[in-house]
């Protein structure tokens, strides 16, 4: 029989409109080729949420072998992108279920990765769906929790007079993006925690363009 990979949920409304006929790609995949074009195809579409796409790059990764940037090339995406999917499934069971049902975003699952004891993810995951938590609420409040290292050496630094609290550096450099586009320029900006760090992406586009 036909197996839908990707495009299911352009068919479930096409059906529930009453269309008799739809136009489609026919084409004999193994397995490995299925979960491929499902994770490019269904990412780009939107008919995946991240956890799901994470499933399939671990399925792709132990199952057949593939390399993190083996299956960034061939889903046309980098390969930070797969490694930050592949770092959601570490979360507590109860965090992925909210993340798979869409009560919580991608944002929300990985700003909790900061924290390395899962019952302090719990938590802060609880304490965020009670107070209804935006992404940025739920990065403040697991910057807070994880917290700067303790002991001797970071004593000794706190004479030097160095702000170490990185949301005082986030809120700048977006305040500075919010100045350019007051001033008419064309900004795009991304930001993203990442395995080592957060990374803040900015674009200045020619007029007329936006977006990366």
Same mark, same amino acid.
């Given at each position: 029989?036909?197996?839908?990979v990707?495009? *299911?949920?352009?068919?479930?409304v096409?059906?529930? =409109?009453g269309?008799?006929?739809?136009?489609?790609?026919?084409? *004999?995949? *193994?397995?490995?080729?299925a979960?491929?074009?499902?994770? !490019?195809?269904?990412?780009?579409r939107?008919?995946?949420?991240p956890?799901?796409e994470?499933?399939i790059?671990?399925?792709?990764?132990?199952?057949?072998?593939?390399?993190?940037?083996?299956i960034?090339? =061939?889903?046309? @995406?980098?390969?930070s992108?797969?490694?930050?999917?592949?770092?959601?499934?570490k979360?507590?069971a109860?965090?992925?279920?909210?993340?798979?049902?869409?009560?919580?975003?991608?944002?929300h699952? =990985?700003?909790?990765l900061?924290?390395?004891d899962?019952? @302090?993810?719990?938590?802060?995951?609880?304490?965020?769906?009670?107070?209804?938590?935006?992404a940025?609420?739920?990065e403040s409040?697991?910057s807070?929790? /994880?917290?700067?290292a303790?002991g001797?050496?970071g004593r000794?630094?706190?004479?030097? !007079?160095?702000? @170490?609290?990185?949301r005082?550096?986030?809120n700048?450099?977006? /305040?500075?993006?919010r100045?350019?586009?007051?001033?008419g320029? /064309?900004?795009?900006?991304e930001?993203?925690?990442v395995e080592n760090?957060w990374?803040?992406?900015?674009?200045? @586009?020619?007029?007329?363009? /936006?977006?990366?």
């Open positions: 029989g036909l197996e839908i990707a495009g *299911d949920l352009e068919f479930l096409a059906v529930k =409109r269309a008799r006929s739809l136009k489609v790609m026919v084409a *004999d995949l *193994d397995d490995r080729e979960l491929l074009i499902r994770l !490019g195809e269904g990412s780009r939107g008919e995946l949420n956890l799901e994470a499933e790059i671990r399925t792709l990764n132990q199952e057949y072998g593939m390399t993190q940037q083996e960034a090339m =061939r889903c046309g @995406k980098v390969q992108t797969i490694a930050n999917k592949m770092r959601l499934l979360l507590p109860e965090v992925l279920t909210a993340l798979r049902s869409g009560e919580i975003g991608e944002r699952a =990985r700003a909790l900061k924290v390395q899962p019952l @302090k993810q719990v938590e802060i995951f609880r304490r965020g769906q009670r107070t209804r938590a935006s940025q609420d739920m409040m697991c807070l929790a /994880s917290g700067p303790k001797g050496r000794r630094r706190a004479g030097r !007079g160095v702000v @170490k609290d990185i005082i550096y986030q700048g450099l977006r /305040s500075v993006v100045e350019m586009q007051k001033a320029l /064309s900004v795009a900006y930001e993203e925690n760090g990374e803040f992406r900015v674009l200045v @586009k020619p007029e007329g363009e /936006s977006g990366f």
